[in-house]
């Protein structure tokens, strides 16, 4: 069925194509050579790609005035610090994701997106703190019913490449898919005052489904 929240999905992101052709080549050459050691390398290497690339249809929770999950992933950190568009104190959410979590990044919210600046930085170990400051990132700013929300996607120790499917003055919808961070990384989401956190640190969340907050 049509997911008429976020569109259709082939399963697979335009942007694992590449890697999937060169690793399922590459393991057809190794296989009709005859060099097995390397065949099987590059098969195992094929299926990672495509465990990594890989987007499934999500389907949003039907309730009013809450927040959603912008990654797959485990939540490393919740704090009050100030949101570095508005530079107003907000409720930051961060959500670490590992090589094995689906790499989308959807909407937590529907509304406008009001602004998006991208940030060159280093790339430190995306569970640490510090990531949030110093590593690459890409900031989205989201202007909705409830309030301003920022989504900024960090790049992380392996991550190199921030991949965003949005513009400014786009509409989005909760749930909707915004972009993707390639090999490991991390998603912080500041929520404005007057939510109740639903989550805690430890807790394992999906994107565009699990409540991270509510009213």
């Known amino acids: ?15 694992g194509i590449p890697f999937i052709l060169f690793f399922a ?19 195992a290497m094929t299926f ?3 465990n990594f690339f890989r987007d499934p249809e999500r389907y949003p929770p039907y309730e009013e005035n809450v927040v959603v999950s912008p990654a797959d992933g485990r939540v490393v950190e919740i704090k009050k610090v100030l949101d570095p568009i ?19 990044n959807r909407s937590p919210v529907s509304g406008e997106i009001k602004e ?10 995306a569970e640490l703190d510090k990531s949030s400051e ?26 190199r490449r921030i991949v965003c499917w949005v513009k400014k003055g786009d509409k989005v919808l909760i749930g909707q898919r915004i972009g ?17 956190i639903e ?8 994107a565009g489904q699990t409540i991270l907050a509510k009213k």
């Open 180 to 196: 993707m961070i390639k090999f490991g990384s991390r998603v912080d989401l500041y929520i404005p005052s007057g939510y109740e």
């Open 116 to 125: 998006i600046k991208y940030i060159p930085g280093k790339f430190f170990n």
């Open 134 to 159: 110093k590593n690459e990132r890409n900031l989205i700013n989201i202007k909705s019913e409830q309030g301003d929300f920022t989504v900024v996607q960090i790049a992380g120790l392996i991550a």
């Open 48 to 50: 990672f790609v495509l």
């Open 25 to 43: 080549f590459c393991t057809l050459i190794f296989a009709l050579i005859d060099f097995k050691i390397l065949s099987i390398l590059f098969l």
């Open 86 to 104: 508005s530079n107003i104190e907000k409720s930051r959410i961060s959500i670490f994701m590992n090589i094995f979590n689906v790499h989308v």
């Open 1 to 15: 069925m049509k997911d008429l929240l976020t569109g259709m999905s082939f399963g697979i992101v335009k942007e």
């Open 199 to 206: 989550v805690h640190k430890g807790d394992k969340v999906i």
